[in-house]
Structures are given as C-alpha cells and as structure tokens.
C-alpha cells in the first residue's frame, strides 16, 4: 500500500470553510474518479495560533493506481482552485510512502 501525504495550510478565519470545502467538494470529487486503486483519505487538522494546517494521507494500492490520479508527474499536488482560494499556503508537491506494516492495539 502507498500513502501519499501532502499538506496545507490557512488562516484560522478561513479553517473551517477549507475544511468544508475538502470533505464536501475536493474529496467527493476525487471519489466520482473512480480510480482504480484508490482506498481511501484521511484528513487531520493542527491549530498552530495565527494558521492552521492541514494534512492528507491518501491511500493507493500501488505507485500505478496514483499516476492514474495525477499523470507522469505524479508527485505534483492536486489542489482544484476551490481549496486554493481559502489556502494561505500548500506543499507543492505529495510525498509517498510504502506502508511497511499496521499495528493495533490488543
């Protein structure tokens, strides 16, 4: 499994509708993709004081299922100009990670 792992950040006015804009226009229109491949977001949220940073971890089958979302240059950040209006800054490029192994408790 990949995780690809990117970050955002805005101001703490505008945190609350970035993060309406992810869950209800960004993520809904990653998923109408259909990508195959494709298993899943997560998003986390750190107030920092005077902004306040996102971060998403999305998770892939494989390297190929992520060039099928986002072409040869796949490291390249996907942020529809909807997100980048309420964004103060963002990583202009995901990092990837091959997941190793997943623990629970118990």
């Not at 990092?95 to 623990?103: D, S, V, Y």
Request: glycine fraction near 6%.
């Amino acid at each position: 499994m990949i995780k690809r792992i990117w970050h955002g950040w805005t101001t703490s006015e505008n945190a609350n509708t970035y993060c309406e804009v992810l869950t209800k226009l960004v993520i809904p229109g990653i998923e109408a993709k259909k990508i195959p491949g494709y298993l899943g977001i997560e998003v986390f949220r750190r107030d920092l004081g005077d902004e306040v940073e996102f971060m998403t971890i999305m998770s892939f089958q494989s390297l190929e299922n992520i060039v099928a979302f986002q072409g040869p240059d796949y490291e390249r950040c996907y942020v529809p100009d909807e997100a980048q209006k309420v964004l103060k800054r963002w990583d202009q490029t995901a990092a990837h990670f091959e997941q190793k192994t997943a623990r629970k408790a118990g």
